[in-house]
């Protein structure tokens, strides 16, 4: 069964450094996403992506944040300068399409990020 | 605003007892409802969705859940919980009409007890 995959698994950085995270979405998904959650705390949306342009943005996504599909396959997050409150776990989730009867969206095992 | 409820932090129950987690929702128009199961250290399984169709929907691990819309609610359940089902379980909302995201509520700790 196909399924999305992200590295690294768990990603340790300092503070003010800039860190990315990479997703493989399913092949044939064409609407991505990047979710986060910090220890304990809910999942929360960050942004979706369709088209190779942000489709909606969550208050969260600030200008610290960027993604990007820089080829046919990879899916990344890009944290500028990080810092303390950033550390969590982000998920990538990909869909085959944004509604319908079928819609589903698969998630990704997480990257663990941690900022010293 | 979408919105998700899950009113009890931690659920207990005994084995072979059945099993219920709440969730209520708030969505302009018509809701894409989900289960997820998250064990720890892991990442999100999903177990179940309503999109259309029957009000009762049956998922993964012999989890169902029941779409009510007059109460807003798509509650959990399973006639016999097993040990293995102890967990954190999140209930998620997208509104069918626009919008991309997926609204997450604070999930539910099941802890199932031998």
């Known amino acids: 069964e196909p399924e999305v995959t992200q590295t690294p698994s768990h990603q340790v950085t300092q503070m003010g450094q800039e860190v990315i995270l990479r997703c493989v979405p399913i092949?044939?998904?064409?609407?991505f996403y990047w979710y986060r959650q910090i220890l304990g705390q809910k999942v929360e949306f960050l942004v979706s992506?369709?088209?190779?342009?942000?489709?909606?943005k969550s208050e969260i996504f600030d200008d610290q944040f960027s993604v990007e599909r820089p080829d046919g396959s990879n899916f990344t997050l890009k944290i500028r300068s990080t810092k303390l409150e950033d550390s969590a776990m982000y998920f990538c989730a990909s869909s085959e399409m944004s509604g319908g009867p079928t819609y589903e969206q698969y998630f990704g095992p997480g990257t663990r990020l941690t900022v010293t | 605003a979408q919105s998700v409820a899950q009113p009890e932090d931690q659920v207990n129950v005994a084995e072979g007892n059945p099993l219920t987690v709440k969730c209520t929702y708030s969505?302009?128009?018509?809701?894409?409802l989900f289960w997820y199961v998250q064990y720890p250290n892991r990442g999100l399984q999903f177990l179940l969705k309503y999109i259309t169709g029957d009000n009762l929907v049956k998922g993964s691990y012999g989890f169902e859940a029941e779409f009510n819309k007059s109460q807003t609610s798509f509650h959990l359940k399973k006639p016999s919980a097993l040990v293995s089902d102890s967990a954190l379980y999140f209930c998620?909302?997208?509104?069918?009409?626009?919008?991309?995201?997926?609204?997450f509520g604070a999930g539910t700790r099941l802890f199932v007890k031998a």
């Open positions: 969505v302009s128009g018509n809701p894409y």
């Open positions: 998620a909302v997208k509104a069918e009409a626009g919008g991309f995201k997926t609204i």
């Open positions: 992506f369709y088209n190779n342009e942000i489709s909606e």
């Open positions: 092949s044939n998904h064409l609407y």
